[in-house]
């Protein structure tokens, strides 16, 4: 307490310099936090993506094709009869990305005009993978995925342009690319930051003529239309515990070898292109800064001490010189009794006081400018393709998070070392005759 008194005394004395610490921090914990929060919010588990800490991606098999590096896709008989009879993920479920239906149109309300949506095709295990909040009815069921059934999930935003605000919408049709499809369920709107699970319109990927309208022209020259409702390609994510993920590993390789044993003109390799969530943000860095993921950490690192380091110099010019007109003070103290230990931790304790101020301005100035800028800020440190068409929605929950507190408590506690304990440790070094000589 006492060491708090005295810092608010010097604050109040020397307003200027404790203007120009604060402030300077300010800057410092501004600039490093913003980058923080844009990859917590990549990485964090936030709803719906609250699993993002234990998933596992396998969007294709490695193999070799007359010698030569190449790819396997995931086709439906295989995500049925080998990923879903895995017994130690939590939640098994795929998706596909097919192009055709990410940029998909549904009539409005008066059923002349169209509205562009965007449509992800899955299957049911998608909705106890994700954890959206139902407004309205309930997810379609694997029965209605069987039943090759056009029901679909949609958001609030959906439902409201097509029926009005507050009007039912569940057991109501829905006409997106000229085909009619009936709403089940209704999810608040989620944020197009939450990348992997975000959409409009979630549809069943074997719903009933889906495909219909796809000509492709076979070996033989023919026309073959739907060939996407046999071979459609899956992207299958697993949701493992941290305590199950070397009996996944082990698993998958059993499935591994099972797979093999029914192809053994071409075995393919599924542990070399299995990626876990973390590894995915990772490496889109590394596409951000145009590294090699190797090569990756030897960006980041001189970026976030240059972010530290240059504001930290400057306030150790600034505390060194305030430290030289204190001199005759600490001097006197150290004359009657004062220990060099006790004088260090009140100049500690007091740039910290200033640190830890700048710190929380900083944090607010990070959280207002990523807040006020996110329709460009998360354009710049992403490759996602959700953030081109509209600005994302922002949450309580993606900026208050256990990890940007502790991220922010120790970039102030670094500052403040960095900053003040050299020039004051050097200061006080000095004899207590030299330093009552400084000021006559």
Not at 25 to 33: K, V, Y
Request: proline residues 4%; contains cysteine.
């Amino acid at each position: 307490m006492r060491y708090l008194s005295q810092a608010l005394a010097m604050m109040r004395e020397e307003k200027l310099y404790s203007a120009m610490y604060i402030s300077g921090t300010a800057l410092a914990i501004a600039f490093t936090m913003l980058i923080a929060e844009v990859y917590y919010i990549k990485v964090a588990d936030i709803a719906p993506e609250v699993n993002r800490s234990k998933t596992y991606y396998l969007k294709y098999f490695e193999t070799e094709v007359d010698g030569h590096p190449s790819t396997e896709s995931i086709y439906e008989d295989t995500f049925r009869d080998l990923f879903q009879t895995m017994h130690t993920p939590e939640c098994v479920m795929a998706t596909t990305e097919m192009q055709l239906w990410s940029s998909s149109f549904m009539k409005l309300a008066d059923n002349v005009h169209d509205h562009g949506v965007r449509v992800k095709l899955t299957e049911p295990g998608f909705f106890s993978f994700y954890q959206f909040n139902f407004i309205e009815g309930a997810p379609f069921t694997q029965d209605d995925f069987d039943h090759r059934s056009r029901t679909v999930v949609v958001t609030t935003e959906v439902a409201e342009l097509r029926f009005g605000k507050g009007a039912k919408a569940v057991g109501e049709r829905i006409y997106v690319n000229n085909r009619d499809f009936t709403i089940c369920g209704v999810v608040e709107t989620p944020s197009s930051l939450t990348e992997k699970c975000v959409a409009d319109i979630w549809c069943p990927y074997k719903a009933q003529g889906l495909f219909d309208d796809l000509h492709l022209v076979g070996k033989d020259g023919k026309v073959v239309k739907g060939v996407y409702n046999i071979n459609l390609n899956l992207n299958v994510s697993f949701a493992v515990p941290a305590d199950k993920r070397d009996a996944f590993l082990q698993e998958l390789k059993e499935v591994e070898a099972r797979y093999n044993s029914m192809h053994k003109d071409k075995p393919v390799d599924m542990i070399a292109s299995l990626e876990t969530h973390y590894s995915t943000v990772w490496k889109e860095l590394g596409g951000i800064f145009q590294a090699w993921d190797k090569n990756l950490f030897w960006y980041i690192v001189p970026a976030i001490l240059l972010l530290l380091l240059v504001p930290a110099l400057n306030l150790s010019g600034m505390v060194a010189s305030r430290m030289e007109r204190r001199l005759p003070e600490m001097a006197i103290r150290k004359a009657f009794g004062a220990k060099r230990r006790t004088l260090l931790w009140q100049v500690i304790m007091e740039n910290l006081l200033l640190t830890l101020m700048g710190g929380a301005i900083g944090l607010c100035l990070a959280w207002t400018a990523l807040y006020s800028w996110r329709d460009w800020v998360f354009y710049i440190f992403s490759t996602n393709s959700n953030l081109y068409e509209s600005v994302p929605l922002i949450k309580g929950e993606m900026f208050f998070g256990p990890v940007i507190f502790l991220i922010a408590l120790l970039i102030c506690t670094l500052l403040n070392v960095l900053a003040a304990t050299l020039p004051a440790w050097l200061s006080l070094r000095k004899p207590i005759v030299e330093s009552m000589m400084i000021k006559k």
